[in-house]
């Protein structure tokens, strides 16, 4: 298929294997839909359909199913999951926090894949290490439906932590690292079916795009201009997760925003790339250029921070004209650390930075800058004085819990301060438990809310 063709829908009638792909349930004591979809799984969903398998998408964490009573969304497409709660995995027992299922009631999801007919493979995905057990229930509700149809996991916590998915997902296999070079294989070794995907791995260009239609709704869609980080933060996986850096061509990713907007109407895209101001001149300027020409009535949001020191003028101009409505920038911490933690940023670069995109016609209330809360170490202090920067640049501070990532280089710094056994179990890393601060210090994490959210 071309990009922009339409995409074959699944044939029933075909001999083709019939390919489940799931996004499981999250488990958590909180969550929220700020612009998350799984595009890695829907990136496969995309190729294989163009290989002429039957593709069906099950998404447990559907907040536009037809049995939803509610589903409500803002304007720019963010909006709240359906929440249940459940009883807290036996290590959190103790935690004074509800801890809930997100995302669709498990009859629905139940009826639905019965009504889609059986799989000859299921590929499930994996994102945050801590929420295995809403991957483990979601592959036992595939189970006890098709004990005998194999069940494939990837994803990002099947990639940091394959081993332990093995034991405690259910998955039949666990695969790490980009399906892209992997998952044709496989779909041949369980289906026995002949698979010519006709485009180069290394070559984001040739990808067919995440098939997001396949969704209910399709309220944004997030875009990946690139792979792959050329930082290495201390606190960071992406290097681990996308080894390689590979970008796509302006034309390339700027013809994505088109396909989707034209065909499906959809204005908000939010960028998912861990770097996407790298090789400005030859990577974002000529992208944002395009975009700009297109003068299309677009918002733009980056959830995943955008690194400041390549905010030139220029840049911020062109976002400015490109239509970006939700700015993030990594800050991490204004105490002097910053060149410790990824060497991104110092205190002048960030001021000059946030300047120029005000010059350039942001208003204040559309920018944010992060701040990594609960470091290995770090004096809760010095993030006060953190929220004072950002708020001495006019802009909003907005809080990043850390979350502890095995493979990286703060990894074993944050098992030494723990007060949970992180290496030994992954609810541990989840950000809501503070893990590595030496207590729950929770007065003073509620001052550092309001300080940061005060006018
Ligand atoms: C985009 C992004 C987000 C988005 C949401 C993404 C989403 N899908 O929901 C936003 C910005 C909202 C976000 C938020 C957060 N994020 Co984030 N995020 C990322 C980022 C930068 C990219 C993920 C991505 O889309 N990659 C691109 C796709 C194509 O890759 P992929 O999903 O891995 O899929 C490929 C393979 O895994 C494989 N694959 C995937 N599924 C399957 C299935 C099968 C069967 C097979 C065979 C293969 C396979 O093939 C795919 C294609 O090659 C990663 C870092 C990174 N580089 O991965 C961090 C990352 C996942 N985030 C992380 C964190 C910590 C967070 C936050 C907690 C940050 C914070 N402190 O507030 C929040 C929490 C989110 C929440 N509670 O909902 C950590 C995860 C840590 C962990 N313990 O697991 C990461 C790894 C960054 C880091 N710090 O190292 N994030």
């Known amino acids: 298929m071309n990009k922009g063709d339409t995409p074959p829908l699944p044939d029933p009638m075909s001999n083709a294997p019939h390919i489940v792909c799931i996004n499981p349930w999250i488990h958590d004591f909180a969550a929220f839909d700020f612009w998350a979809k799984p595009i890695g799984l829907l990136y496969i969903a995309g190729m294989l359909r163009n290989c002429g398998l039957r593709v069906s998408y099950m998404d447990c964490m559907d907040r536009f199913h037809s049995m939803a009573s509610r589903r409500d969304s803002s304007a720019d497409g963010r909006g709240a ?11 959190l027992a103790g935690v004074p926090a509800v801890f809930s299922r997100y995302g669709i009631d498990p009859r629905w999801f139940a009826a639905d894949l019965a009504s889609i007919g059986r799989p000859d493979l299921v590929l499930v995905t994996s994102l945050m290490t801590y929420w295995y057990t809403g991957v483990a229930e979601t592959i036992e509700a595939v189970k006890n439906m098709y004990p005998d149809v194999p069940v494939l996991l990837g994803g990002i916590y099947a990639t940091l932590l394959p081993e332990h ?56 869609v997030p875009l ?20 390689r850096r590979m970008c796509r061509l302006p034309e390339n990713a700027a ?20 770097a996407l101001l790298a090789d400005a001149g030859t990577h974002a300027i000529p992208f944002l250029e395009r975009i700009a020409a297109m003068k299309k009535d677009l918002s733009f949001h980056t959830p995943n921070a955008l690194h400041v020191r390549p905010i030139t003028a220029k840049i911020a101009d062109l976002m400015v004209k490109a239509g970006f409505a939700t700015i993030r920038l990594g800050l991490e911490t204004a105490d002097g650390r910053s060149r410790e933690l990824d060497d991104k940023v110092c205190h002048e670069e960030f001021v000059r930075a946030v300047r120029r995109l005000l010059e350039a016609g942001f208003d204040q209330k559309q920018i944010g800058a992060y701040l990594l809360v609960g470091l290995p170490g770090q004096d809760l202090s010095s993030v006060e004085a953190s929220i004072d920067t950002v708020k001495k640049c006019g802009i909003k501070p907005v809080l990043a819990y850390y979350t502890p990532i095995p493979r990286t280089r703060m ?13 030994a179990e992954p609810l541990f890393t989840n950000n809501s438990l503070m893990p590595c601060m030496p207590e729950y210090d929770r007065p003073l994490i509620n001052r550092l809310k309001q300080l940061a959210a005060a006018g």
Not at 81 to 91: E, G, L
Not at 224 to 243: D, E, F, K, M
């Open 81 to 91: 999951y359906r929440k249940t709660p459940i009883p807290a995995p036996k290590p």
């Open 411 to 423: 990894w074993e710094a944050a098992c030494r301060v723990s007060r949970y056994d992180l290496a």
């Open 224 to 243: 990946l201009t690139a792979r792959g980080c050329p930082n290495r933060c201390a606190y960071c996986a992406s290097h681990v997760l996308q080894p």
């Open 165 to 220: 998915a093995r034991k405690h997902t259910g998955a039949d296999e666990v695969v790490c690292g980009a399906a892209e070079e992997t998952v044709f294989r496989r779909i041949e070794k369980y289906t026995g079916f002949q698979l010519h995907p006709g485009f180069d791995p290394a070559d984001m260009n040739a990808f067919p795009y995440p098939a997001f239609d396949l969704q209910s709704e399709i309220p944004y």
């Open 255 to 274: 013809a994505e925003v088109a396909y989707w907007h034209d065909r499906f109407g959809v204005c908000n895209f939010a960028f998912y790339d861990d």
